[in-house]
């Protein structure tokens, strides 16, 4: 079983760049498609990006698209998101999450994830 720990959240003016962290232990990551999710405050958990396993494909949210990165270093056990052009509708709690090993490829819904985070927050002003 893998535990997975995010860091690098905080608060960023809108424009501004974060690059968040998912780091893996009990397991190593590359046995793992992994992805991100993010919560709003009163809204439902929504997908954001994710890569499978081989790190070739990766698939994002409309609402991220050409700001949003995935990223995997498989020797150093993690996955990062790096978020660029933030916008206040960014602001939210952002999981990481891995997929059941027997699955390769992205997974686009929560329900197809395994594996959770405990999240970390990210803020974005105006």
């Known amino acids: 079983q893998v535990q997975l720990v995010e860091s690098g959240g905080g608060l960023v003016q809108a424009g501004g760049s974060l690059r968040l962290s998912c780091a893996a232990s009990?397991?190593?990551?590359?046995?793992?498609?992994m992805g991100w999710f993010r919560q709003a405050p009163g809204k439902e958990r929504e997908f954001v990006a994710a890569?499978?396993?081989?790190?070739?494909?990766?698939s994002f949210a409309d609402s991220v698209k050409g700001r949003f990165t995935i990223s995997r270093d498989n020797a150093k056990n993690t996955v990062s998101l790096q978020m660029s052009s933030l916008k206040p509708e960014d602001t939210a709690v952002y999981y990481c999450?891995?997929?059941?090993?027997?699955?390769?490829?992205?997974?686009?819904?929560?329900?197809?994830?395994?594996?959770w985070g405990q999240g970390t927050r990210v803020t974005v002003s105006s």
């Open positions: 009990g397991r190593t990551l590359s046995a793992y498609a």
């Open positions: 999450a891995a997929r059941p090993p027997l699955y390769g490829a992205v997974g686009l819904t929560i329900n197809q994830y395994e594996y």
């Open positions: 890569i499978s396993r081989s790190g070739v494909s990766t």
